[in-house]
T-cell receptor, first 110, second 112 residues
Framework: GENVEQHPSTLSVQEGDSAVIKCTYSDSASNYFPWYKQELGKRPQLIIDIRSNVGEKKDQRIAVTLNKTAKHFSLHITETQPEDSAVYFCADSNDYKLSFGAGTTVTVRA | NAGVMQNPRHLVRRRGQEARLRCSPMKGHSHVYWYRQLPEEGLKFMVYLQKENIIDESGMPKERFSAEFPKEGPSILRIQQVVRGDSAAYFC??????????FGPGTRLLVL
């Protein structure tokens, strides 16, 4: 897909609380939705991904949900910890080209 | 299994010089992608290559930029006659066919 919108652009949460980031896409052919975490000056690291034949996926404190009808998907981080502070990017793809959202800067307050 | 390797990690060039960025994919990965990240922005797709083939270069600027992935050796992103607007982080990713892309550490290019 070409257009991926991501909200919010910044998110500050108290340690232990949950963080939710939402993305919308426009390309109906998109079938793969990864989430990347990028710490300052580092590479983007894949934290979780979901394909269009699945509505929800969970990995420990991280979960992703996908609503194909509404063309949106969300990242949920529970029991946030200071090391969760980073920039998070959503992306979509229908073959190989990843189209990224603008990113969400998450700050976890101790 | 070593991850995606990129070098140099930092590159400083003066306007008009050439920049060469190298990327070695993960072992077993035959697909390479280049992305550009401007400060405080998301990554933008530039080009997708397989060995000796450019599959999609729709994100590459029409002039001064070229990419290759030879049969032997790393993939190269080449920027000729650099301008200040080329200053950015350039990330390479690799994958098996139609699988998850894993990113390298990036090359941060600064054009003076």
């Amino acid at each position: 897909g070409e257009n991926v919108e991501q909200h919010p652009s910044t998110l500050s949460v108290q340690e232990g609380d949950s963080a939710v980031i939402k993305c919308t896409y426009s390309d109906s052919a998109s079938n793969y939705f990864p989430w990347y975490k990028q710490e300052l000056g580092k590479r983007p690291q894949l934290i979780i991904d979901i394909r269009s034949n699945v509505g929800e996926k969970k990995d420990q404190r991280i979960a992703v949900t996908l609503n194909k009808t509404a063309k949106h998907f969300s990242l949920h981080i529970t029991e946030t910890q200071p090391e969760d502070s980073a920039v998070y990017f959503c992306a979509d793809s229908n073959d190989y080209k990843l189209s990224f959202g603008a990113g969400t800067t998450v700050t976890v307050r101790a | 299994n070593a991850g995606v390797m990129q070098n140099p990690r930092h590159l400083v060039r003066r306007r008009g010089q050439e920049a060469r960025l190298r990327c070695s994919p993960m072992k077993g990965h035959s697909h390479v992608y280049w992305y550009r990240q401007l400060p405080e922005e998301g990554l933008k797709f530039m080009v997708y290559l397989q060995k000796e083939n450019i599959i999609d270069e729709s994100g590459m600027p029409k002039e001064r930029f070229s990419a290759e992935f030879p049969k032997e050796g790393p993939s190269i992103l080449r920027i000729q006659q650099v301008v200040r607007g080329d200053s950015a982080a350039y990330f390479c990713a690799s994958s098996p066919p139609q699988e998850t892309q894993y990113f390298g550490p990036g090359t941060r290019l600064l054009v003076l």
